[in-house]
T-cell receptor, first 109, second 116 residues
Framework: GNSVTQMEGPVTLSEEAFLTINCTYT??????LFWYVQYPGEGLQLLLK?????DKGSNKGFEATYRKETTSFHLEKGSVQVSDSAVYFC????????FGSGTRLLVRP | GAGVSQSPSNKVTEKGKDVELRCDPI?????LYWYRQRLGQGLEFLIY????????KSGLPSDRFSAERTGESVSTLTIQRTQQEDSAVYLC??????????????FGNGTRLTVT
């Protein structure tokens, strides 16, 4: 079955630092790939997605590229802000989302 | 507009009691999912509904767990004879069809269940 592995947190960065959160997947077929974000005290929400190989999802300055050759979907942002502090979940899907374990990001001013 | 609504938001129960958790999906969303999130851990898939049928129940941890959905809307997740390891946040999500059709999941805020 499908599975997702993402880097463990917490990840602590200073404001304006570069962010990478690694995510790799195993799947049969051609899943869609997603990043979801959970801000403190809020529900999970979709951050970005990519539906086929070489697609790049982007939103709020975050980007992730669907790399079939490395089965990866790493999340990146060039300059993080304090407001980006949250837990980030990578997920893949056939008909149901399979989530990674989440990576907590803490951005300090 | 209304999002996914879950109730109660918090539930404290004694070990051995039954609990019922409710999810109201977004109107018109045919797919509905239940996930569990234990403290500090990722999301664990429990069950998936397409309409009123559940083609995938593979994530239900034991026969103490059951779920139903009626009228292609409200779903209830029932946990019988609760145990302390059932303590978690139970999340419901809905989507227009199913994520295989690239419809994003919309999550509720969850029900935090504490079994004492």
């Amino acid at each position: 079955g499908n599975s997702v592995t993402q880097m463990e947190g917490p990840v602590t960065l200073s404001e304006e630092a570069f962010l990478t959160i690694n995510c790799t997947y195993t799947a049969t077929g051609y899943p869609s790939l997603f990043w979801y974000v959970q801000y403190p005290g809020e529900g999970l929400q979709l951050l970005l997605k990519a539906t086929k190989a070489d697609d790049k999802g982007s939103n709020k300055g975050f980007e992730a590229t669907y790399r079939k050759e490395t089965t990866s979907f790493h999340l990146e942002k060039g300059s993080v802000q304090v407001s980006d502090s949250a837990v980030y979940f990578c997920a893949d899907s056939s008909y149901k989302l399979i989530f990674g374990s989440g990576t907590r990001l803490l951005v300090r001013p | 507009g209304a999002g996914v609504s879950q109730s109660p938001s918090n539930k404290v129960t004694e070990k051995g009691k039954d609990v019922e958790l409710r999810c109201d999906p977004i109107s018109g969303h045919t797919a509905l999912y239940w996930y569990r999130q234990r403290l500090g851990q990722g999301l664990e898939f429990l069950i998936y509904f397409q309409g009123n049928s559940a083609p995938d129940k593979s994530g239900l941890p034991s026969d103490r767990f059951s779920a139903e959905r009626t009228g292609e809307s409200v779903s209830t997740l029932t946990i019988q004879r609760t145990q302390q390891e059932d303590s978690a946040v139970y999340l419901c999500a809905s989507s227009f069809r199913g994520s295989s059709y690239n419809s994003p999941l919309h999550f509720g805020n969850g029900t935090r269940l504490t079994v004492t």
